[in-house]
């Protein structure tokens, strides 16, 4: 490798010329760490190029910690190298593959046709106009129009298009609400457990308060009041809506898992009961489709609304316009509706047979809590060991538990079936008892 | 349209078929708004069901503003059909269509090869097992190894994937940077024209000042330091690094553009430069791939990095997994740098024809400013019109223009030449003369 310069070029810019012949030199353990670099004396004689600009490449190398200056001595090749390249390549901290997950966030491979989306993406792709542009920063104007029909229909949520904002995920939603609520300074969420929601708040400041029905905002989901998926009776959403009017606090109902609700018709939303008026609506379609689609959206009520569409142009969107497009057309081809009614057939079929495992495997009496909706229920262990060691020990043997609560000889972990398939129902179980008894 | 009963439902949901009955011949307009519903006594005796399930439904829709109550008689249908359907039918302030754009922000519709973008995003989409699960909250493994190799190789900077955070767009990365700043109190701009930079800082709880190098924090776009495409000399990016480690300030760099460094070697990035100290690199593929691709990204020193990584776990990631997969092996594959190559070649070519068509149209002495990257150019022109009629009066022929700055008799607007085709240059820029001095 030889350095050839292109003379032509300012002075102002040989320098960096050389500094990329040193660069690559190095980067390729032609010079390896260590080696000590020509003098500048030597290197402009060689190159034919002044002191100058020689000591500008060096200086340049140096602040980008490819050599290292040494008193009396020169220049040397540091050990970058193998600093930067290599080590990055294993990935850290890979999760171990488990031979039965029951504490995975996954959805179930049956659950989602691929091919059917891959279709309506391939056909978003197509409208290059429209990609050709940045979104709209509310969320595409017919995704939203397509969005507002469909909660009015299964929902009862009535909302005009300019009150829906969407964005990649409940956070980004977050982002934009927050900033909204300034007068706001606490926030209460049902349980600790919904850190991603709790940290956004902690970060505009607010103050976290737990089952506090006198905070400023009260954050909840409804339909999934517990992790075996208790869903909020209409008394106590409407008594909850009346007790927030009374002191002008704002709820934020995260609809989360309605679509789950298996064993009733779901309850009225909080949205609608309210009229529109005091609550913000969240919900999303990670569980619906593909965790990895990262589309949400939020109903404003009208004075947030308003305040909204003030700083609206200011705040780019974040979800794939893409992706966006291709929701719409596969919601007003009825697929999303389908979609729900077979998500929620699969998830009631398999929540029922892990019900049946677990009582054939712990019991029939074996203490179990399952909720309405969801898709997963809580089960209570007889077991000498602590929560910690039982699930440390799980996970050796490759089981996943989700830890709940324990007490005095009992622990109590939740089994989600949402992702295990349902042959490994029996096994898993029987393996939990082993590791709970031993 | 008869009620069917579904009479083995608990009577806690009779009310529920009652209320959605009654919906829907009202969202169907088939009870017009105002017409009177039927009263409880009538309306029990018909359905056979207590006066109580039915005025449950009559309270449940009188909540959702279906119907309105009216004393001493009764209840009427509201206008809701009307209100919450029809009118977001059609799409509010749409843009105009302009004849001329020069003031998008959109790219040439001939940068992007859709067909090959196409092709990654669907064997990214046969990826099921990866879409079947949530997304890295920093973002793709693979991607950020791809990306810390792309940098270096393009951008000389050194880092590992593990201080690289993925995200929909460069506010979503301020969204997880401003929390690790609590310290700092102020942020600086170079202009007051990043508003969507700015809001962030401000929703976070910073005070905003401009070219102030005494700021906590300092946001600068070296690449762009102008509308016309100035970028930062080396010496000036030097002193600006020197002071900001004496007064230990933070410095955002906003590597915007600098792909469309056109007229020399891009410059050593301040990240670089810094030796990757008190330094974070915001780099972003909006104006290199799609507009529409959400997917920016931002390199943490150290000490950023160990913070972030402490909360990382909180943050969901806001990118496509989709399209990140489909991204990182567009990058492997080498087409980003041909991509870039390309963009560089068309818009440089597309800025020197505007250029001569500014020069053919307003004369060789038009005074033009014109940097060293970019897609604009700006042009003062004489005219008898403040900026805000011009600006209207063009826009109302067709003309899209960006205003810069007025002084006595003269206009400086900003021309963009990233999305408008060069065949337009000329008769737009006849117009433009046109219409600044009649």
Redesign the interface.
Known sequence: MKLQLDRKN?T??LY?EVYHYY?NLI?EQKLPSGSKMPSLRKCSQELKLSRTTIENAYL?LA???YIIAKAQSGYYVTD?AAR??L???E??DKEPEYLYDFA????D?ES?R?DL??RY??SA??Q????????EPQGE?DLR?TL??YI?EHR?I?????DIVIG?????LL?IL??LLKEKKNVSFPTPSF??GS?IFE???FRITYRNKNSDVIYVSPAHMTKWGEIMPVSRRLELLHHAFSRGSLIIEDDFENEFVYL??PT?SLF?????KGVVYLGTF?RLL?????ISFMVLPPDLSALYRQ?AA??????????QIALCQFIRDGHLASQTRRLKRLYAQKLKSLLSAVREIFGSDAPVQIGAAGTSLALTLQTPHNAASLIEKSKSEGLRLQFLKESEGEVTVILSCS?MPAEDFIPACRLLKELSQI
């Open positions: 300012k102002e810019h960096l660069k980067l340049q602040a980008d910690g970058i930067h390249i080590p990055a390549r990935k850290p995975s966030s996954g959805v491979r989602f691929f989306w891959r993406i391939k792709l197509r290059d106009d429209r990609l050709l542009s940045y979104g104007w129009c507002a029909d009015r009862n009535l909302c005009s298009a300019d990649a995920g409940i956070q980004s982002h927050c900033p850190i991603q940290t970060d505009y400041g009733q018709k009225p609608s009961l309210a009229g529109g990670s593909l965790p990895s689609i990262r700083k200011w705040y780019n969107q974040t979800a794939s316009k893409a992706e992702s």
